[in-house]
């Protein structure tokens, strides 16, 4: 038998390590939209909500878990995609009888496919990605790049990033204990905080954070797909059951009636030209 060539062998590996990493996308997996409430994850009308309920969040998922060094635990917090439609301010809130909960929010690619694996990543504990994770890192940092969009990791051979990845951080709430340093070496705070980079997808994030409840508002989100990460924060508490909500508010009404003076003016216009 001849012995391959040298480009075809190349082609035969380069093809092998695309159908690889193909193959390894989704190492979590979001909740798809048929099993939110309604089977519905997009905001398609302006002043609308969806909701996802009755799922049992790990207590120590976000973080305070001490064997992770604090990062979040991919594998037991809770995924969601949603989709919004309209440029309007969107609250994320979540509800649950477990009371220190912690919850990120990102702006993705298109529907975020569950992340693909890099080149191995390790925490401060020596654990992998996605079983540690980021949970405040900024798209391409340590312990984001399983994630992060490929459109952003072009400049990292070793970390091609995923389809449909997280493209900004947006923010995130903790109602837990703040913790000065997480295993992939940014901080997660007490209360709520805006950590996008720019005004792209928003313009201003701010929520509250108090036992039992956490949200999260953006202010005028962009049209577009997101993903929320949730889990507890305490990993002295007791895992229980979280409901999420994601909603709009409804457009002013000076926004209605200014539309219709328009449009009746235009009317009026047209009728006199045709005179």
Known sequence: MKQLSTTFKVSLAAAALVISSNAMAGLVSPTPGANWDG????????GSTISASNQTANRESYTGNPSLDNAAWGHVGYWYTFMNH???DTTVSVDSAMSDLGMTVWRTNGEFD????????LSSAGVGIPHSFNQTGNAGDSGTKWMTDSSLMTADPLNTGTANGILETL???NSGAAQSINGWGNSVGHGAFDTS???????????????????LTLSNLANGWYVVFIGGTNHTQSSHNINLTVSQVPAPAAVYLFGSALVGLISVGRKRNAA
């Open 39 to 46: 089977g519905n994850n997009h905001l398609m009308m302006a």
């Open 86 to 88: 309209h440029a309007l």
């Open 114 to 121: 569950g992340g693909t694996q890099s080149s191995g990543e």
């Open 171 to 173: 923010g995130y709430v």
């Open 197 to 215: 980079l720019t005004n792209t997808y928003e313009t201003g994030v701010t929520g509250t954070a108090t036992a039992g409840h956490i949200d």
